[in-house]
């Protein structure tokens, strides 16, 4: 589908429509690419929900997040 490793994968959780939406957006070194992978009724479940897709998807990863907000 992608010709290119992606690079950095984070999660996002937003409040739509009285649910809890959890979102992952994958950076390529020529696009990023946002999905929404699943839908909560609380957000604590999409908070933890988003931690572990984060943790999955940065795991083979060449540039792990430093923790800082940056990739590199």
Known sequence: MFPNKALLAETF???DDG???VYIEVLFPDE??????GRYFTQEKAERAAS???RC???DLPYPND??????
């Open 32 to 37: 990023t690419v946002r999905y929404e992978v």
């Open 52 to 54: 572990y897709i984060k």
């Open 67 to 72: 923790g800082l907000g940056g990739c590199c």
């Open 57 to 59: 998807a940065n795991r």
């Open 19 to 21: 649910q809890w939406v």
């Open 13 to 15: 959780v937003e409040k």
